[in-house]
């Protein structure tokens, strides 16, 4: 009977052992977040952080297609009081980011409720443009940060040498 009781406590150790070893390997990228104050409003990102391995993704994507904006799992922006991006007011909640290329230099993000391979026009709960830059310096994985100054917050991405941001407020 003790044997078969080790045996069973094995197989469950190797079983879960097993199942975690899954679950990280599914996920395929280090996670990443940000945070900050907005006003009233947290603010968090929760997001995949792809690696370049040689690659220029930004430079792949072709004006109109949407970039899912992270990797493995979505992008989420989480909130606990309503934002606004542009004159659009997103009520607090948790939604999926993307962005996308509107014509060479010109992007904008998304804010949505639909992950990148369901998402479509009717989706889109606010858009808001994205500065773009250059840097000199190199980003291997991808990094999103997130900083607030008093009502005024601002989501930067950098990845490679291309930089992106896009500006949110907190909602009066």
Same mark, same amino acid.
């Given at each position: 009977?003790?044997? &078969? ?5 094995? %197989? ?11 679950? =990280? !390997? *599914? +996920? ?9 104050t ?15 391995n ?22 989420? &922006? ?5 934002? %606004? ?11 999926? =980011? !993307? *962005? +996308? ?23 889109k ?8 830059d ?39």
């Amino acid at each position: 009977m003790k044997h &078969l009781a080790r045996t069973g406590l094995s %197989l469950s150790a190797v079983l879960l052992f097993s199942l975690a070893a899954t679950v =990280l !390997l *599914a +996920q395929g990228n280090p996670r990443g977040e940000a945070k900050a104050t907005v006003g009233s409003a947290h603010v968090s990102i929760d997001y995949g952080r792809p690696s370049l391995n040689g690659r220029d993704p930004l430079n792949l994507i072709k004006p109109g297609q949407v970039w899912r904006l992270g990797a493995s799992a979505p992008t989420t &922006l989480d909130t606990d009081q309503d934002l %606004l991006f542009g004159s659009t007011r997103v009520p607090k909640g948790k939604y999926i =980011l !993307l *962005a +996308q290329l509107v014509e060479p230099g010109k992007w904008v993000l998304l804010v949505s409720n639909k992950a990148f391979n369901e998402y479509g026009p009717s989706a889109k709960i606010a858009e808001a443009p994205m500065k773009v830059d250059n840097a000199q310096d190199s980003v291997e994985e991808m990094v999103i940060k997130l900083s607030g100054h008093q009502n005024q917050g601002k989501i930067e991405v950098a990845w490679g040498s291309s930089r992106l941001a896009a500006s949110f407020s907190a909602a009066p």
